[in-house]
């Protein structure tokens, strides 16, 4: 790979062929950002290469350094994880000897033929221990050896492989090349959760930090900085330091945390721990327990995140919740700041969060209380030929869209809903993704479908109908099938449709593009139930800090709609359409990211909705499934919306209509021959 050199601000960056003009725009944020130590929260649609984007400008940038920083690159999964180090090394030939190394879970790297069936923090302790007594041949071998057998990370599973035939530890041998590493692949969890945080405070120290995909970002850090204590761990501990000179003082302990219940008194939960317990206090009860108990040991821990929140002056950024379900005692960070905060402490150079779909930006900003001296909402690649944006106010009988939890239940709304789909099911080609508010909302419309009848026999008749499982093993089975049925006949259609939820597993990341999502429409807007503790805290909380916790609850609702609409348009040469069916978006549109809200069109009649979609699908070279009614009303053969309801009498219209629609044809048919009559007596 040749590839190209540009000048980008004041650096010259090195890409693989000439960038768009948005990659463009997109690096010199970067750059300025990295010039000025500043920080950065940049959106860039999917499709715009922003990644490959981000890396030129970093390793460029990197490269003029007298003294080049380390960067953390951060992303949600592992699989994602894995794309990033790809992209660093299909770029090698531009940037070689870049050094890379992954930091995974035990989960993806261990090699023990036991503790590797484990999981979780049943697998950490296990590890744990096993290290501790020198009984793992893996870890062994990892100590004896000067470096590990692999020198870089490229690939999880390649660098699982090279530490599998040398029998030495996969998990440890990535942290130690992380520390000599030019670039580190690694989990949020490693930049948010404050207890990793600290762990790894020597890899943090003198970084840039980049948050990839960051459209959850106020969870994972709000998650970070959240403790939970489960009831057995407390009863472990009691058990682990009876008869020890400690037991009184976790007794007590314990007995204040038990009846400790409900979060509005964590005034004085807090003050409890500011004049009865102190760090001195922890030390002596880890000090008592010769075994190393797993409760105890989780019991401490909890105690001294309480005491650093008491330590630091944070107490007002926390509620304590009792979680019944698990039995936990729960103290529930509200600041997605404080995290970002203790980065920023560890002496992080920059930090720039991106994604495809952050909007909208303005609660995002004030809830993560940063200073970004770069704010990006960055164009699209695609021209404005290749989306159809519309918010669709009413249905195909006229009844007005709007799925509020007080309405998404009326049969009415429903009937009008399912008929409504079923029209563009006609008319959009191969796969159409659907988002619900909610899998309850989801469930309750299906439901109806099915029992109706003739909406989900229609719906059948022209997709292949697939529902998003709740269960992870479920879900990947319907997406298999669906991505098969995508392209498939049907007996008046073709392809299929996935039925999926706001904030669900597909809304969250997986890549549909081309056939298998030329349409996306969301049914409402995702707002969560706001009667849950945790919302109604948070809530509570922005108000208090007057900082609208109203306002959050929109844009939070609205960032997992962009999210959905992300599905769309997945590369440069990628279209679709995509369709909000509920009337409360005409009054929200500039919550939706800038390329989206240009160009959206509302549109307060069915019928001009249909025949814009068949234009659109028609100018991409793609007709509609064979139906002549369709086609005349793409040519303007047929007149107004009354056409589109009474010509599709099954699908279109409920008995009302019907009987609306036949009264109509008396009507004609009594105008012809009155009129055929008038004129046989003019031409007596």
């Given at each position: 790979m040749e590839g190209i050199t540009l000048q980008v601000e004041d650096v010259p960056v090195k890409f693989p062929f000439k960038p768009y003009p948005c990659q463009v725009k997109y690096m010199s944020a970067v750059v300025r950002a990295l010039n000025c130590n500043g920080n950065a929260i940049l959106e860039s649609p999917t499709g715009t290469g922003k990644t490959l984007a981000m890396l030129c400008s970093l390793l460029s940038w990197r490269s003029t350094q007298e003294n080049p920083p380390k960067i953390l690159f951060a992303s949600r999964t592992h699989s994602q994880l894995s794309q990033v180090a790809q992209e660093i090394d299909s770029l090698s030939s531009l940037y070689p000897a870049i050094r890379v190394s992954i930091l995974a879970s035990r989960d993806q790297y261990c090699l023990h033929p036991t503790i590797s069936t484990y999981h979780s923090l049943s697998q950490s302790s296990a590890c744990r221990a096993a290290v501790a007594s020198s009984s793992c041949l893996h870890y062994t071998n990892y100590k004896k050896?000067?470096?590990?057998?692999?020198?870089?990370?490229?690939?999880?599973?390649?660098?699982?492989?090279?530490?599998?035939?040398?029998?030495?530890?996969?998990?440890?041998?990535?942290?130690?090349?992380?520390?000599?590493?030019?670039?580190?692949?690694?989990?949020?969890?490693?930049?948010?959760?404050?207890?990793?945080?600290?762990?790894?405070?020597?890899?943090?120290?003198?970084?840039?930090?980049?948050?990839?995909?960051?459209?959850?970002?106020?969870?994972?850090?709000?998650?970070?900085?959240?403790?939970?204590?489960?009831?057995?761990?407390?009863?472990?501990?009691?058990?682990?330091?009876?008869?020890?000179?400690?037991?009184?003082?976790?007794?007590?302990?314990?007995?204040?945390?038990?009846?400790?219940?409900?979060?509005?008194?964590?005034?004085?939960?807090?003050?409890?721990?500011?004049?009865?317990?102190?760090?001195?206090?922890?030390?002596?009860?880890?000090?008592?327990?010769?075994?190393?108990?797993?409760?105890?040991?989780?019991?401490?821990?909890?105690?001294?995140?309480?005491?650093?929140?008491?330590?630091?002056?944070?107490?007002?950024?926390?509620?304590i919740l009792y979680e019944s379900e698990t039995q936990s005692l729960v103290c529930v960070c509200l600041d997605p700041s404080i995290s970002l905060k203790t980065l920023k402490k560890f002496t992080v150079r920059s930090l720039i969060i991106t994604s495809g779909t952050i909007s909208p930006l303005p609660s995002l900003i004030k809830e993560l209380d940063t200073e970004f001296s770069e704010v990006l909402r960055n164009d699209h690649v695609i021209k404005p030929s290749q989306a159809l944006v519309q918010v669709v106010t009413r249905g195909s009988d006229g009844e007005p869209?709007?799925?509020?939890?007080?309405?998404?239940?009326?049969?009415?709304?429903?009937?009008?809903?399912?008929?409504?789909?079923?029209?563009?099911?006609?008319?959009?080609?191969?796969?159409?993704?659907?988002?619900?508010?909610?899998?309850?909302?989801?469930?309750?419309?299906?439901?109806?479908?099915?029992?109706?009848?003739?909406?989900?026999?229609?719906?059948?008749?022209?997709?292949?109908?697939?529902?998003?499982?709740?269960?992870?093993?479920?879900?990947?089975?319907?997406?298999?099938?669906?991505?098969?049925?995508?392209?498939?006949?049907?007996?008046?259609?073709?392809?299929?449709?996935?039925?999926?939820?706001?904030?669900?597993?597909?809304?969250?990341?997986?890549?549909?593009?081309?056939?298998?999502?030329?349409?996306?429409?969301?049914?409402?807007?995702?707002?969560?139930?706001?009667?849950?503790?945790?919302?109604?805290?948070?809530?509570?909380?922005?108000?208090?800090?007057?900082?609208?916790?109203?306002?959050?609850?929109?844009?939070?609702?609205?960032?997992?709609?962009?999210?959905?609409?992300?599905?769309?348009?997945?590369?440069?040469?990628?279209?679709?359409?995509?369709?909000?069916?509920?009337?409360?978006?005409?009054?929200?549109?500039?919550?939706?990211?800038?390329?989206?809200?240009?160009?959206?069109?509302?549109?307060?009649?069915?019928?001009?909705?249909i025949k814009s979609t068949v234009q659109f699908f028609k100018y991409h070279d793609i007709s509609p499934p064979a139906n002549t009614y369709y086609n005349k009303f793409a040519n303007g053969e047929l007149g107004s919306v009354k056409d589109v309801k009474w010509l599709e009498l099954p699908v279109l219209t409920n008995s009302f209509a019907v009987v609306k629609a036949l009264l109509g044809l008396l009507y004609t048919v009594c105008l012809t021959l009155v009129r055929g009559f008038m004129f046989l007596v003019r031409s007596r």
């Open positions: 050896f000067a470096k590990p057998p692999v020198e870089t990370v490229r690939d999880i599973e390649d660098f699982v492989a090279g530490c599998a035939a040398h029998k030495t530890c996969a998990y440890y041998s990535a942290q130690h090349l992380a520390q000599s590493a030019d670039v580190v692949v690694l989990p949020y969890n490693y930049l948010t959760d404050r207890n990793l945080q600290f762990r790894h405070k020597s890899l943090i120290n003198d970084s840039i930090v980049v948050f990839d995909e960051a459209h959850n970002i106020t969870k994972f850090c709000e998650n970070g900085y959240t403790f939970a204590l489960p009831a057995s761990a407390m009863n472990s501990a009691l058990d682990a330091l009876d008869g020890t000179q400690a037991a009184d003082k976790c007794h007590e302990i314990c007995q204040f945390l038990e009846e400790f219940y409900d979060y509005d008194y964590q005034a004085s939960f807090f003050q409890f721990f500011e004049s009865y317990v102190s760090f001195d206090d922890v030390k002596q009860l880890r000090g008592a327990d010769d075994n190393n108990d797993p409760g105890l040991n989780e019991l401490l821990i909890f105690l001294e995140n309480i005491l650093d929140i008491v330590d630091t002056q944070t107490t007002d950024s926390y509620n869209l709007e799925s509020s939890f007080k309405n998404r239940s009326s049969e009415t709304y429903l009937r009008s809903l399912g008929n409504s789909l079923v029209n563009y099911f006609r008319i959009i080609p191969a796969g159409i993704l659907v988002f619900f508010p909610s899998y309850t909302a989801m469930d309750i419309a299906v439901s109806f479908w099915r029992e109706e009848g003739n909406i989900w026999s229609s719906m059948q008749q022209l997709k292949s109908c697939h529902v998003e499982a709740r269960n992870k093993e479920y879900f990947y089975r319907s997406l298999k099938r669906y991505q098969n049925d995508c392209t498939n006949d049907t007996p008046n259609g073709k392809g299929a449709v996935l039925f999926a939820v706001c904030r669900g597993k597909l809304a969250e990341g997986v890549d549909l593009r081309d056939d298998k999502s030329r349409g996306v429409i969301i049914v409402g807007i995702p707002y969560t139930y706001m009667n849950d503790p945790l919302v109604a805290m948070k809530m509570d909380y922005l108000e208090r800090k007057k900082m609208g916790g109203k306002a959050w609850y929109q844009q939070t609702a609205f960032r997992a709609v962009n999210q959905a609409l992300g599905r769309a348009i997945r590369h440069e040469h990628d279209y679709g359409a995509m369709l909000l069916l509920d009337e409360r978006f005409a009054d929200a549109l500039e919550l939706l990211p800038a390329w989206i809200s240009q160009s959206t069109e509302v549109v307060s009649q069915f019928g001009s909705s």
